[in-house]
């Protein structure tokens, strides 16, 4: 399972770091991935990062502005955020799939989820 933490309120243009522990699967096995969902609006893919974090991907609505790292010693994925929008406001999700990286780009393709954390971007 996994389990985020570090949501929260913060002003337009902060920052705020989310954190996603694992336990219970083979965690260096699995490529990571960061989704958000707002209200009425599908899982959105914002990051993913391969099994070693030799490679990663972002979306562009986040791109160079959202930064995901793992630590397969601590069993954790991080995303940090730093000039965070009112339209980042959403529910955000770590997940964990044994597909490959180059294929992992869809939500139905993760088996594992933490259970989710908002974060909330005031204007």
């Known amino acids: 399972q996994l389990q985020a933490s570090g949501g929260g309120l913060v002003q337009a243009g902060g920052s705020l770091r989310l954190s996603c522990a694992a336990s219970?699967?083979?965690?260096?096995?699995?490529?990571l991935g960061w989704f958000r969902q707002a209200p009425g609006k599908e899982r959105e893919l914002l990051a993913r990062?391969?099994?070693?974090?030799?490679?990663?991907d972002y979306a562009d609505s986040v791109k160079g502005r959202f930064t995901i790292a793992r630590s397969n010693t601590k069993r954790t994925v991080y995303l940090q955020m730093n000039s965070l929008k009112p339209e980042d406001t959403a529910v955000y999700y770590c997940?964990?799939?044994?597909?490959?990286?180059?294929?992992?780009?869809?939500?139905?393709?993760?088996?594992?989820w933490g259970q989710g954390t908002q974060v909330t971007v005031s204007s």
């Open positions: 997940g964990a799939t044994t597909t490959i990286y180059t294929r992992a780009t869809e939500a139905e393709q993760y088996g594992f």
């Open positions: 219970g699967f083979t965690f260096g096995n699995h490529v």
């Open positions: 990062i391969a099994r070693t974090g030799s490679a990663t």
